[in-house]
């Protein structure tokens, strides 16, 4: 069992003000582990970076100013997963990623907007009237979606909302919509992120 958890992930822009917000609706779709980890007495911080590269940065430092922690990388896939997260982020964006880094790097597949779409039922509350959930591509895998289907699909189903088109408010949405999905739901229909659970709970156990 670990006595720390760190995860680096991509998301919330440029600013602190957005990088604070989505890093709010993050751990609230990680409160299982954040209880877990309390439960425990076991330090637990997320970090976001902004951009992937800066992800990965993060990450990397970390690596190595901080050995006896245990440093996630949690980004987007980008495109199409058929490898090992470390394997996929090597071959994706050419980092030096080595087999030791295998259950220490995840992938939001093929970005976060996947995790959003696997509960519908989550975006029609919280898009209200106006919100057209044909369409949204059904699928019982989200990961297979590609990425810029993904926003596309979401911005199409929520431009008649009185809340807008997601990719218009996209931090302040993917915030709020992270802290209302049934974690379950997306376990389910998006197999890394089920993975990052159960790579985060064995580490705590």
Same mark, same amino acid.
């Given at each position: 069992?670990?006595?720390?958890?760190?995860?680096?992930?991509? !998301?919330?822009? $440029?600013?602190?003000? +957005?990088? $604070? @917000? #989505?890093?709010? !609706?993050?751990?609230?779709?990680?409160?299982? #582990?954040?209880?877990?980890?309390?439960?425990?007495?076991?330090?637990?911080?997320?970090?976001?970076? +902004?951009?992937?590269?800066?992800?990965?940065?993060?990450?990397?430092?970390?690596? %190595?100013?901080?050995?006896?922690?245990?440093?996630?990388?949690?980004? $987007?896939?980008?495109?199409?997963? %058929?490898?090992?997260?470390?394997? =996929?982020?090597?071959?994706? $964006?050419?980092?030096? #990623?080595?087999?030791?880094?295998?259950?220490?790097?995840?992938?939001?597949?093929?970005?976060?907007?996947?995790?959003?779409?696997?509960?519908?039922?989550?975006?029609?509350?919280?898009? +209200?009237?106006? @919100?057209?959930?044909?369409?949204?591509?059904?699928?019982?895998?989200?990961?297979?979606?590609?990425?810029?289907?993904?926003?596309?699909? #979401?911005?199409?189903?929520?431009?008649?909302?009185?809340?807008?088109?997601?990719?218009?408010?996209?931090?302040? =949405?993917?915030?709020?919509?992270?802290?209302?999905?049934?974690?379950?739901?997306?376990?389910?229909?998006?197999?890394?992120?089920?993975?990052?659970?159960?790579?985060?709970?064995?580490?705590?156990?």
């Amino acid at each position: 069992m670990v006595k720390e958890i760190r995860i680096y992930w991509e !998301g919330g822009g $440029d600013s602190q003000t +957005g990088r $604070d @917000f #989505l890093s709010k !609706g993050l751990s609230t779709f990680l409160r299982d #582990l954040v209880s877990i980890a309390r439960s425990k007495n076991m330090r637990w911080k997320l970090v976001a970076c +902004g951009s992937r590269g800066k992800a990965y940065e993060s990450f990397q430092l970390a690596t %190595k100013t901080f050995p006896e922690v245990f440093n996630v990388l949690l980004v $987007d896939a980008e495109s199409p997963v %058929k490898l090992p997260a470390w394997q =996929h982020l090597k071959q994706q $964006d050419n980092w030096p #990623l080595a087999q030791e880094f295998d259950s220490q790097c995840h992938l939001m597949a093929q970005a976060m907007e996947a995790w959003f779409i696997a509960d519908v039922n989550a975006l029609e509350k919280y898009f +209200g009237q106006g @919100f057209t959930a044909n369409s949204i591509p059904p699928t019982q895998n989200v990961e297979q979606i590609p990425k810029d289907r993904l926003t596309a699909a #979401l911005s199409e189903a929520s431009r008649q909302t009185q809340k807008g088109k997601y990719k218009d408010k996209k931090i302040k =949405h993917a915030g709020e919509i992270l802290q209302i999905l049934n974690v379950a739901k997306v376990r389910d229909a998006a197999p890394h992120c089920d993975l990052l659970f159960k790579k985060l709970m064995e580490k705590m156990n």
